[in-house]
């Protein structure tokens, strides 16, 4: 696995989240399979530059530099069919985009898109509470816009649009 501090600003980024935390012994299960995973992933028949999180035992990230190749498509499906077999395997949903996940105190809550709106409707949730944003897309992106504030996130303008 390459060091997060060698990967490139522009190298390219996929979050998946998990409906709820992983316990203990599935956060092990999912590192040891991680470790593997990324120290065997190929695009091209060439070893990727990359890297993975485990973020709040809730978000698997990977990271991949794409080292002015671009990935080929059998790349970006490995990880999501990695992702797929890990849900199988701990019975738990990593691939549903309509689960949005925002900070509550020092918890993260998952919920719906239309949940999220309620909740911002009953003054639950404010414009100040931190959300996640699942689409960054390269790595400077994630360390700027991953946890956000929901009033400068796409989440908002979902809240806006249901009112």
Not at 73 to 102: C, H, P, W
Not at 119 to 124: I, N, P
């Amino acid at each position: 696995m390459t060091d997060y501090k060698q990967l490139a600003p522009e190298s390219k980024v996929w979050v998946f989240q998990a409906e709820r935390e992983f316990t203990a012994t599935e956060l092990q299960t999912v590192t040891n399979n991680l470790s593997s995973f990324v120290d065997n992933w190929l695009s091209h028949g060439s070893l990727l530059k990359a890297h993975y999180k485990v973020l709040y035992n809730r978000f698997i990230v990977f990271f991949a530099d794409e080292q002015g190749d671009r990935m080929c498509g059998r790349a970006v499906d490995a990880s999501v069919r990695f992702i797929k077999e890990q849900e199988a395997k701990l019975g738990i949903t990593m691939l549903n985009r309509s689960l949005v996940a925002y900070k509550d105190k020092d918890k993260i809550v998952s919920c719906t898109l239309d949940e999220l709106s309620h909740l911002a409707e009953e003054g639950k949730i404010s414009p100040e509470t931190i959300v996640f944003n699942n689409m960054v897309a390269t790595k400077a992106d994630f360390e700027k816009n991953w946890m956000i504030p929901l009033a400068t996130s796409w989440q908002q303008t979902y809240i806006l649009q249901h009112k």
